[in-house]
């Protein structure tokens, strides 16, 4: 956070630096501000108008998400994590619940079929979230017509992701061991369909924005960062893949099997906010594929572990009042397994245990490295959970790319980071 008496202080002292003794401005942009993503503020000193420094703050949508999480048992932190980044619930979700699989040593005991739903619907979260950020990208650009497709086209998914989860958006459905339930009848048909239809859309991107006169002009050369400031600023996900380095974690540090899959990592060589936006167009191309191979190697089986005493104990089923658990379970919990009744209610009143120590696990999340830090006590409860969100590091690289660039750039540049506050400030 910088305070606004220390910035008009550091600009007085340097009147008119630019050689011309033109007066040098400090405003706002944000944190109430349509093109900052929501609460981000930018600090911009500027001549004229051109942007001699930038600086973010954050720290205006505080929601202690992680510090929450050390009050709720290994499970009910999922409630929380999906909230952090609400853009990419699915990814907050398996990252840590990755981590929290690592330190009980059941990695490798997660059944197939649980891992195979993951990326799917990671995948499907991943075209979802870029298609925000084209769509959002546009608006701010003055291309209207791509923000109404951006969000019509991301409804068919989020319908996809409300019947497997029951939610838009928020999802709580990756578990540690597993998933909350399995996919229910009907929606694989529901997602063939959708990747059929969904190469037209994308082609329709790219005919309005790929050779649009005015949105070229407004991302082509602006927000330049190479690889070496990338490296530098610890940049990861489509801004270094516009710098023309393929490294994806999918690729070069693979998790949940993705290294059975087929699928090419798209770079590109502006290093601005125009090569952005195409890594991100054809990446959506790139998780089509992955998701097609998805559906043809779900094999029936369960999803979730068989441990009794750390398994997620629900059994949800679609019942008369439209949820609930299945009538088999309770019976089974009720009348036919004291032991299973008891795991029952110890781990929904208190959890399951995880032996002491500390995990890093990640995913590529569609903003980059997405990172969760897990540390156990040996309790019920996590004691230290900490994001490497992607977002958060990227916004360090705003600066380096809105400097010596013109006011309106601040608003591309700002687009092409895609930044999501709740995962910066969480």
């Avoid at 703050?57 to 980044?85: M, P, S």
């Avoid at 075209?127 to 019509?152: C, D, Q």
């Avoid at 530098?232 to 023309?244: E, K, W």
């Avoid at 097609?292 to 005493?309: F, I, S």
Wanted: net charge negative; hydrophobic share 40%.
């Amino acid at each position: 956070m910088y305070d606004w008496d220390e910035v008009l202080r550091d600009a007085e002292r340097t009147p008119g630096a630019g050689g011309d003794g033109q007066e040098r401005l400090v405003v706002n942009m944000g944190p109430q501000h349509p093109s900052t993503h929501g609460v981000l503020r930018l600090i911009l000193e500027i001549e004229g108008e051109s942007v001699i420094e930038a600086r973010c703050g954050i720290g205006y949508l505080h929601t202690g998400i992680e510090k929450n999480l050390e009050y709720r048992n290994w499970t009910q932190a999922v409630t929380f994590l999906t909230r952090a980044d609400y853009l990419m619930p699915l990814f907050n979700e398996t990252v840590y619940c990755r981590a929290v699989e690592a330190l009980l040593g059941v990695e490798d005991d997660v059944p197939p079929r649980a891992n195979v739903i993951r990326v799917l619907l990671m995948e499907l979260n991943r075209i979802s979230s870029h298609l925000v950020a084209l769509a959002t990208g546009g608006m701010e650009l003055g291309a209207m017509t791509v923000m109404t497709n951006g969000f019509r086209d991301r409804e068919p998914i989020l319908d996809v992701l409300e019947a497997v989860t029951g939610n838009r958006m928020n999802h709580a459905y990756v578990r540690p061991g597993g998933l909350a339930q399995d996919l229910p009848d009907g929606v694989v048909e529901q997602i063939r369909a959708l990747i059929v239809e969904f190469p037209k859309r994308i082609l329709d991107y790219e005919r309005l924005l790929s050779a649009n006169p005015v949105f070229v002009r407004r991302t082509k050369g602006v927000g330049y960062l190479d690889l070496p400031g990338c490296m530098a600023l610890g940049v990861t996900g489509p801004v270094l893949r516009a710098a023309g380095l393929a490294h994806d974690l999918r690729k070069s540090d693979p998790y949940l099997g993705y290294e059975t899959y087929d699928f090419e990592v798209p770079t590109d060589t502006g290093c601005d906010a125009y090569g952005r936006y195409l890594v991100r167009l054809h990446e959506m191309t790139e998780s089509l594929r992955i998701i097609e191979q998805a559906l043809d190697r779900l094999e029936p089986g369960p999803v979730m572990l068989a441990d009794p005493k750390i398994a997620w104990p629900a059994r949800l089923s679609l019942g008369g009042d439209g949820l609930g658990n299945s009538e088999e379970w309770i019976r089974h919990i009720m009348a036919q397994s004291m032991e299973a009744l008891i795991h029952h209610f110890k781990l929904v009143t208190e959890g399951f245990v995880v032996p002491a120590g500390q995990v890093y696990s990640f995913v590529e999340s569609p903003r980059g490295e997405l990172g969760a830090h897990v540390v156990s006590d040996g309790g019920t409860r996590p004691f230290r959970v900490h994001l490497r969100d992607p977002s958060f590091t990227h916004l360090q690289a705003v600066s380096a790319m809105a400097e010596g660039g013109m006011l309106a750039d601040v608003v591309a540049v700002v687009a092409s980071v895609d930044p999501v506050l709740g995962g910066a400030d969480r």
